[in-house]
């Protein structure tokens, strides 16, 4: 029988869509190791600052072009890592989150394990509004585990429940039943310090001591408090930076020479949860609020450039929009869409929260990033960000939103240099698809079929380039937001606004 052209197109279709949601089960023995080294730069890669890390990643795949999850902050990222979603499905908003029975008047952080466990039972006993990686595996019989030398809140995040192999952390273990032995093993929780050398290695050493042989756990995601730790405090090259990237590298080492030694199979992605930037700047939408008599007028919580507006005060909204806007120290400026879908704002002349994955009940009505530069910092890095401090990250420049991407073995392409865009959304349909699990389609990430042996060669993955623009009525104010599109997945690239 001669199939016609529509019914050839059709099974195409589902065979595409039936290959993208089935598990590309890589061996039994197979295991993966996400590595994180928080706020890691991809010029940070190179043979110099961690000869290790770079000669192992020459031997697979290297990408140019990763992104954080916006805000380009840690627990949103580490929420985003657990889920493979954005913040619109995940409802982890910021770093510091507004939980009204908590705090109605301000923020809760989420770097403390208690913090998130007490919101979790205000928000009706579920942390996160979307499924995790280590849930997903469990059901599958398999295990996730989570070492940490960050904060306890990102250990927190990566397994909300703790469910599979737990978390081992110098705060605390999950279970908690094993926290006698965790330190009798590993040693107590080391003091902080910058570089955060006994942090770095604790957590090594309760990887390569309790958690490969004890636990077994198929994937393991293992997070560095380094270059981050330090860098906010010293900032980006200097030396004291430099050599907590230059530890993290030594650890690293420790790590691949034990797989070896032990002849284990294992694929490494080496990621990070944001990039990093020069600080240098006065925004501050707290200050400019006031300036304009609306923290008392309409009593708004404002936590960084998150502005929660009691439902009563919302038609004061737009006047706001315009102060921001006509306000030098203000960036780009999002708010709920225009419509459902759209990438224009609420309000005239801002873009939307869809367009940057922010759309949540749990999140503020208005959302402000502070504008950037290329400037160069004395140490020769470029991207200055116009805001107060060091250094940092949190906002929309390529050099926050842009962090690290390297992996290899046995299921990874080999000496291969990709310029696909990519994001930390992508790596929980990777692994589970490497696992053998079937890729949820809620999931806003896709599967790296490009970085994988047996996938595409980059070069062959189309690319699409998109600008979104808005302007202020007065047009004396114009945001603009670069995106690509891979697969229809959208990837944003970076977000500005200019004034006349």
Sequence with gaps: MRLSKAWLALLFIVRFYLAATAGHAMDEDTRILVVVLDGFRPDYLNSELMPRCYWEAQGGVIGTAHHAALPSVTRVNAATMATGCYPARHGLMANTIYVPELNSTGGISTGSRKNLLDAARVLGGRLLTAPTL??????????????????????????????????LHPEFCVPESGTARMYEIVGPNPPDAEPARAK?????????????PEHNPRVTFLWFTD???????KGIGAPQTVEGI???????????????????KVNVFIVADHGFATYGGKFDVAATLQAEGWMEHAKPVVIGGAIYVPKEQEEHLAAMVRDLQADPSTGPIFTPAKSRGSEKGKFPGTLSLDLIGGNHPRGAQIVAYPNWTSERNAAGYPGMVQAPGTAGHGGISPWEINPVFAAFGPDIKA????DVPTSNADLAPTIAFLTGIPVPKEMDGRVLREVLRDGPAPQRVSV??????????????TVSATTSLVEGHRYVDEASALRD
């Design 464 to 477: 699409r380039q998109q600008k979104w623009t808005a302007k202020s009525p007065d047009g004396k104010y």
């Design 415 to 418: 000496g291969v240099r990709s």
């Design 134 to 167: 280590a849930e997903m595996l469990e059901q599958h019989g398999q295990k996730l585990l989570v070492c940490s030398s960050g904060s306890s809140g990102s250990a927190t995040l990566l397994n909300p429940t703790g469910i599979g192999a737990g978390i």
């Design 246 to 264: 230059r530890i993290a590298d030594e650890q690293l080492g420790r790590i691949f020479d034990f797989h070896r030694a032990r002849g284990m």
């Design 227 to 233: 270059p981050d730790h330090t860098a906010h405090a």
């Design 200 to 212: 770095m290695q604790w957590m090594t050493d309760a990887y390569l001591k309790i958690g490969v």
